[in-house]
């Protein structure tokens, strides 16, 4: 108790956790409704659930900061190209001082189908271009993503070619709903953990 029988107020508080979530694609109009930029389109839809704007541009990735549920977030899109996306990554992680278990990684994935997602403590990069740059930045693949599933090419198709392609007529429909609930998933990931963003959203496992 203070003076006059009043309990003082606490001076300092504790800083705020700090997470960063981090959406692949490539920079450019030309590529921003690619399916290779499913990543992009989630951490602008955490953004504009958060009323925040990609307007700094840290570590070559655009970013802006919000805070959720008395967490500390930074969302970042690279503007490097896919395959340099660990030059930001890593940058990131090191100048904010990110533990890995804090970054959650969100990206495009051909092995799921359309409308899936699907959170992951670890794992391998499986060909993604993005991911194998992160990778080797980061020396380590044990840290949290959120994939999200873009199906695979049709017929013969090249997978590189696919993936630079737009979303058909037909996803758009679905897109901005998968949009949401990978955001809702990602923000579960800051308050919960990833384990309970997967079990939460890893339904019926592939």
Same mark, same amino acid.
């Given at each position: 108790? #203070?003076?006059?029988?009043?309990?003082?107020? /606490?001076?300092?508080?504790? *800083?705020? &956790?700090?997470? @960063?979530? =981090?959406?692949?694609?490539?920079?450019?109009?030309?590529?921003?409704?690619?399916?290779?930029?499913?990543?992009?389109?989630?951490?602008?839809?955490?953004?504009?659930?958060?009323?925040?704007?990609?307007?700094?541009?840290?570590?070559?990735?655009?970013?802006?900061?919000?805070?959720?549920?008395?967490?500390?977030?930074?969302?970042?899109?690279?503007?490097?190209?896919?395959?340099?996306? #660990?030059?930001?990554?890593?940058?990131?992680? /090191?100048?904010?001082?990110? *533990?890995? &278990?804090?970054? @959650?990684? =969100?990206?495009?994935?051909?092995?799921?189908?359309?409308?899936?997602?699907?959170?992951?403590?670890?794992?391998?990069?499986?060909?993604?271009?993005?991911?194998?740059?992160?990778?080797?930045?980061?020396?380590?693949?044990?840290?949290?993503?959120?994939?999200?599933?873009?199906?695979?090419?049709?017929?013969?198709?090249?997978?590189?070619?696919?993936?630079?392609?737009?979303?058909?007529?037909?996803?758009?429909?679905?897109?901005?709903?998968?949009?949401?609930?990978?955001?809702?998933?990602?923000? @579960?990931? =800051?308050?919960?953990?990833?384990?309970?963003?997967?079990?939460?959203?890893?339904?019926?496992?592939?």
């Amino acid at each position: 108790m #203070g003076l006059f029988g009043m309990t003082p107020k /606490r001076i300092f508080q504790e *800083p705020a &956790e700090m997470y @960063l979530i =981090v959406g692949l694609g490539n920079p450019g109009l030309k590529y921003q409704n690619n399916r290779h930029n499913v990543g992009f389109m989630v951490l602008d839809e955490i953004a504009r659930r958060q009323g925040a704007a990609f307007t700094r541009v840290e570590s070559r990735a655009l970013v802006t900061k919000t805070d959720y549920r008395g967490r500390r977030l930074v969302l970042a899109k690279p503007r490097t190209y896919m395959n340099l996306s #660990g030059q930001a990554v890593g940058g990131l992680a /090191r100048f904010y001082k990110i *533990p890995l &278990e804090r970054l @959650l990684v =969100v990206y495009d994935e051909v092995d799921l189908p359309f409308e899936a997602i699907r959170a992951r403590r670890e794992g391998g990069s499986a060909g993604h271009n993005g991911m194998k740059s992160i990778i080797e930045h980061l020396a380590t693949q044990e840290f949290p993503r959120l994939r999200i599933g873009i199906d695979r090419p049709p017929g013969k198709m090249a997978t590189p070619n696919y993936v630079l392609q737009d979303f058909s007529r037909e996803q758009l429909q679905v897109l901005p709903s998968v949009l949401e609930r990978a955001a809702e998933a990602a923000l @579960l990931f =800051v308050t919960d953990g990833i384990e309970a963003a997967m079990n939460r959203f890893n339904q019926n496992e592939l």
